[in-house]
């Protein structure tokens, strides 16, 4: 039963996430886009137009994301790439610009330690350019053919273009199906930066090859983030039933030490697929890392919750009353309940006292000296398991 109503309020709040995750996203955007439509107007667009700004000889368009917790605010500015599309194949060796029949998906962004240990333990894909300098700097993520990226970041006056994009503040520079972006982080107001941005963005896509217009790579799959959504979502609901139902669930601390032991073991096991599976991607040590702490959490209490409910419910032996007597008895408190605890002396041989969780109704009348009868079973894997108690009445 308790099971059922886990996977109910599992799905239930799954649901509930994911409306309001819309309604809020759909707010959000309209803010979003009110800070774009007075950027439009700092630069000059007349009122209620829509934001497409001529600059360098290519057009702009920006999309502004508002702050989020420790993620800054910031504007992205997007202008294609595509404007030479179809031209025919002598006009590619008349303008000197190399001609790449699929747009590769890249981004590129500042190096830092995690994307050099990634490439070091040999499970995160390491894409070079060949220019020293710019490969110790700027981190590729793509999983585009290498040869194709290669092609992409070929020219110099391109890749002195992005070094200075992130040099002056961009948090990336991206080529996708939308065109070629650069994220400028801070808060509003975004004019003067824009402008410098869009010039240097524009040096950007010119030094760019040619490419056939349409022929993209297909977005990435969102099963990431619903993989992401439904872990946090079992961390709120199902891993703290499974802990509710197993409270104290056996007097033998064996058990604890095969589950949450035999849990760590397996999630060993699940880190070691995750990261045979993932590997080879630039992103691959971000998302073994992702996978390995969700089953950290996920793996080592489902495992004990396992053992524990095999122990109980699977248990044939008969029950057996003890009779004790309270010793101690303290009440704890956290930060939204209190917990109830009793001492009584035990009735295992080489142990001197039990400590057992009660309801708040009964730890009214548990008071020292009083005698308790305990009623326990063998267990099936033979840990002994408190069925339940009652205060004696002689």
């Known amino acids: 039963m308790l099971l059922f109503l886990a996977v109910a309020l599992f799905a ?35 009122e209620g137009s829509p934001f497409l700004v001529e600059r360098a000889g290519r057009t702009f368009t920006a999309r502004y994301a508002p702050p989020v917790k420790a993620a800054p605010a910031s504007l992205t500015l997007f202008t294609p790439v595509d404007e030479t599309a179809h031209a025919a194949a002598g006009a590619y060796r008349e303008s000197g610009r190399d001609h790449v029949t699929r747009r590769p998906t890249i981004l590129l962004r500042p190096e830092n330690g995690a994307d050099r240990l990634g490439a070091r333990l040999g499970v995160s894909r390491d894409v070079r350019t060949r220019d020293a300098v710019f490969d110790a700097a700027v981190h590729i993520s793509t999983d585009s053919p290498e ?20 040099a002056s503040g961009a948090a990336r520079v991206q080529l996708d199906a939308e065109g070629l972006s650069a994220v400028l982080v801070g808060p509003p107001p ?56 197993s409270a104290a669930p056996s007097l033998d601390g064996s058990a604890t030490l095969v589950g949450i032991g035999g849990g760590l073991a ?22 073994i890392v992702f996978v390995a702490v969700v089953a950290l959490f996920l793996v080592p209490p489902s495992t004990y919750w396992a ?4 122990n109980r419910e699977l248990d044939t032996s008969p029950a057996v009353d003890h009779r004790t007597r309270i010793t101690r008895s303290w009440t704890t408190r956290n930060k939204s309940s209190y917990g ?52 004696a009445t002689k």
């Open 12 to 46: 239930l709040l799954t649901g509930g996430v994911v409306a309001l995750v819309v309604f809020v996203g759909r707010a959000q955007q309209r803010a979003n886009l009110a800070e774009v439509e007075r950027l439009g107007r700092a630069l000059g667009l007349p």
């Open 147 to 166: 040869e194709d990226v290669q092609r992409t970041l070929a020219a110099p006056e391109l890749r002195a273009a992005v070094a200075a994009l992130l």
């Open 190 to 245: 975004y004019a003067d930066r824009f402008e410098r941005a869009a010039a240097t963005l524009a040096q950007a896509a010119a030094a760019l090859p040619q490419f056939q217009a349409g022929d993209v790579p297909r977005a990435r799959s969102p099963l990431l983030f619903v993989a992401a959504l439904l872990a946090v979502t079992a961390l709120i609901t199902v891993v703290p039933v499974f802990a509710l139902t």
């Open 266 to 287: 397996l999630w060993v096991l699940v880190t070691l697929a995750a990261a045979r599976g993932l590997r080879g991607r630039s992103t691959s040590l971000a998302e």
């Open 307 to 310: 053992v524990c409910w095999a």
């Open 340 to 391: 109830y605890h009793v001492e009584v002396t035990s009735w295992r041989p080489g142990h001197a006292t039990e400590e057992l969780g009660v309801p708040s109704s009964f730890a009214a009348g548990a008071t020292e000296g009083r005698g308790l009868v305990v009623t326990t079973h063998a267990g099936r894997l033979g840990w002994e398991w408190v069925d339940s108690f009652h205060l």
